[in-house]
């Protein structure tokens, strides 16, 4: 096969290559939308490891939206405090299940232009909730699908909406959730910031940035 020549062309051998290396599988450990969207918050500069060591106190002690919209701020800050950026994460979490229980009767909303007025949520966020807990078109776009899509020429663009605008057209509506989830483990595993592992890299033969660094 020769290499695809387009970004879209590229775009849709590097899902159908990670198809065969990942599952699409958000590494936020949640039982419900509200869970998720929690944890997503809380990953915000943040790895999803330390986020998934948080989250079992956090749900035992507010496990809904009426819970932890009456948190005693103090107890919350303590409790996501390994986070990082606890006093805003703690303010935002709150606001968002307020506004959960005043807007959507308590509900996870499914919109995107509903998820981004929550306290704490951003376009990232919203598409990690369409997509993961709802089967939604979404993209998030992360730092590692922001590094690969340059690295593969499927956009020049830094910022992560422009990102997003130019990477929507080149994915199929609803394997964008799964897009997005296999080209973050992708940058996970082997396509490292620094040193990435090119040789162990199955889209090699046609990134543009292959065997550079």
């Keep these: 096969m020769g290499k695809p020549r387009s970004p879209k062309g590229r775009a849709k051998l590097v ?9 699409a599988v958000c590494e936020l450990n949640h039982r419900s939308p509200f869970e998720l969207l929690v944890a997503t918050i809380l990953s915000a500069q943040c ?33 996501v405090h390994a986070t990082g950026f606890y006093k805003s994460k703690a303010k935002n979490l709150m606001k968002m299940s307020n506004q959960l229980l005043e807007e959507h009767e308590g509900e996870v ?3 995107l232009s509903d998820l981004v007025k929550l306290g704490g949520v951003g376009r990232k966020t919203a598409n990690v909730i369409r997509s993961v807990a709802f ?25 992560p909406v422009k990102v997003e605008m130019e990477l929507n057209p080149m994915v199929p509506e609803y394997e964008r959730g799964e897009f997005s989830l296999r080209v973050i483990l992708h940058g996970r ?25």
């Design 47 to 79: 790895t999803d490891v330390r986020v998934n060591k948080t989250t079992p106190a956090l749900f035992n002690r507010y496990p809904d939206p009426i819970d932890l919209a009456a948190a005693d701020s103090q107890a919350l800050e303590e409790l």
């Design 109 to 111: 909303p499914t919109s």
């Design 135 to 159: 089967g939604l078109p979404g993209l998030p776009v992360d730092t590692h699908v922001g590094r690969l899509a340059r690295r593969l020429g499927l956009t020049e663009e830094e910022d």
């Design 189 to 213: 595993q082997v396509c490292f910031a620094r040193n990435p592992q090119c040789e162990d890299c199955v889209l090699n033969d046609f990134c543009p940035a292959a065997f550079d660094f």
């Design 15 to 23: 899902h159908e290559r990670l198809k065969d290396e990942y599952d």
